[in-house]
């Protein structure tokens, strides 16, 4: 099994995106652990990016489970990364280059012959102070896109701390994942949209904005 929580299994194919909505840190360590420990035994590169504290954690599990971390990190096969520098543009976030570094790490991954990649990314750690609702959408819109449609040899896991967001941005980021870990679950999405359906939906909520404002400001005029 691919992701286990508590008990729950299921069988994750390459390509798959996946939300992790979490309120306690702790709950990260068990689901991540797992998913990395699969993926370093069928031979692919994995990365997992979060506080320093929640990469010692995933790291001591990892052992427990039977990982040779010290090898497999000094192989470049298992990165663990707790610096947001990398993944973030002059200390803003990008939404665009954030999926960049992602394709870059399955280009390279795939020269060093590793058969696939499994990211996994604590975004309330990433994002805090950092990115607004509407960029982290525009991330999540555009790796349900790259990952899911294209078929992606790579199995993203993206954590957020939902104590810590907007409930309509809680709602949002369920719609654009079509495997959600919530609690003790995992759950296939009813509601979840793909990435056309999402971004043909936000252009008619623009224009229908921008026509709001227009008219306002005719008004004003008037």
């Known amino acids: 099994m691919d992701l286990s929580v508590e008990g729950n299994s299921a069988r994750i194919p390459p390509g798959s995106h996946i939300c992790q909505l979490y309120n306690k840190v702790d709950e990260i360590r068990n689901v991540t652990a797992r998913l990395l420990h699969v993926g370093l035994n069928a031979s692919e590169r994995c990365l997992f990016a979060g506080t320093a504290t929640s990469v010692r954690e995933i790291e001591e599990t990892l052992e427990k489970m039977g990982t040779d971390v010290a090898a497999v990190k000094e192989s470049g096969q298992l990165l663990m990364q707790s610096d947001r520098e990398p993944f973030l543009v002059g200390k803003r976030f990008d939404p665009y280059h954030l999926l960049s570094t992602h394709n870059t790490f399955i280009a390279q991954a795939h020269r060093d012959r590793w058969r696939g990649v ?3 990314i604590d975004m309330t750690w990433l994002t805090r102070d950092v990115a ?25 896991l993206m954590h ?9 941005l809680v709602v949002e980021l369920l719609k654009l994942h079509p495997i959600a870990v ?10 979840y949209l793909n990435s056309e359906q999402y971004l043909l939906k936000i252009l008619r909520a623009n224009r229908e904005r921008a026509s709001q ?8 005029r008037g």
């Open 132 to 156: 607004t609702p509407e960029q982290i959408l525009k991330y999540e819109a555009a790796s349900d896109a790259v990952f899911t449609f294209q078929n992606a040899p790579i199995i993203a």
């Open 118 to 120: 499994r990211i996994s």
């Open 182 to 191: 919530v609690g003790k679950y995992i759950k296939r999405n009813p509601y």
């Open 160 to 168: 957020y701390d939902y104590s810590k967001l907007p409930g309509a």
């Open 213 to 220: 404002d227009g008219g306002q400001e005719q008004r004003k």
